[in-house]
């Protein structure tokens, strides 16, 4: 089965862009990061940044060793993503509220197997014939006290609220992976996002046209746009 991957991020109008993604391509694994910091005077684009290149970093050492990706894996590059944000805040400064969501996704391109996991409001879905076999939970689309919206994200002391699959998600021919931010997948409905793929060429081109539906329904200001897809296969019309 072939795979394939791109990504997209613009800075929308804010003139600073806080989200950050990365795509890993290894012969034994595929993996899409997300983030999207949070900060005061630019604090949020180092915890991005630290996010991402943590995760990328656990996941790499896992596909040059030949480990398998799996929950416990997601969980402890997590934790070490947490860590390093919480260390980076002692400088204090910027970075002493600084904080980032995150979405993981990973793909044994040899089992054909999926994992993931999320903590915030980022967003990781599955599209397989035209309906959405895949979608996690926001964290913090139900009301919160401020305490419970700082355990929805990386860069705190206590417990997180992190979303994970229970257990590997098996990959069919013609899957359509999505993985964002909450400016990305807020804007779009079901509609917009499976009526694409099949007027898509690729991944690129799909997310090209997402971003292009998603701008459309905001202003000029807009915070930044953020994803990565992964298509398995040829996706079947949608």
Not at 17 to 44: P, S, Y
Not at 155 to 165: D, I, S
Not at 202 to 225: G, M, N, T
Request: aromatic share 4%; hydrophobic share 45%.
């Amino acid at each position: 089965m072939r795979f394939d991957l791109a990504s997209f991020t613009d800075p929308g109008g804010r003139g600073s862009n806080e989200e950050r993604v990365v795509l890993i391509d290894h012969r034994t694994l595929i993996a899409g990061i997300v983030a999207d910091g949070a900060g005061e005077h630019g604090g949020g684009d180092i915890a991005a940044q630290l996010v991402v290149d943590t995760v990328s970093d656990v996941l790499r050492d896992c596909a040059t060793r030949g480990t398998s990706v799996e929950t416990e894996q997601l969980a402890d590059a997590m934790l070490a993503a947490n860590r390093a944000i919480v260390d980076a805040q002692c400088s204090g400064g910027a970075r002493s509220r600084m904080r980032s969501t995150i979405a993981i996704l990973t793909i044994d391109p040899l089992t054909k197997l999926a994992n993931w996991a999320h903590c915030g409001d980022t967003r990781i879905y599955c599209f397989r014939e035209g309906r959405i076999a895949l979608q996690t939970s926001d964290h913090r689309a139900a009301p919160h006290s401020i305490e419970a919206n700082r355990r929805a994200a990386l860069g705190t002391e206590g417990a997180l609220e992190v979303e994970a699959a229970r257990a590997p998600f098996p990959i069919e021919e013609g899957d359509v992976f999505l993985a964002c931010c909450h400016g990305f997948c807020a804007r779009l409905d079901e509609a917009s996002l499976i009526d694409t793929i099949g007027e898509a060429r690729d991944a690129a081109s799909w997310l090209a046209a997402l971003a292009a539906h998603a701008r459309r329904a905001v202003s000029a200001d807009a915070e930044p746009l953020s994803a990565i897809a992964v298509w398995a296969g040829s996706p079947r019309a949608m």
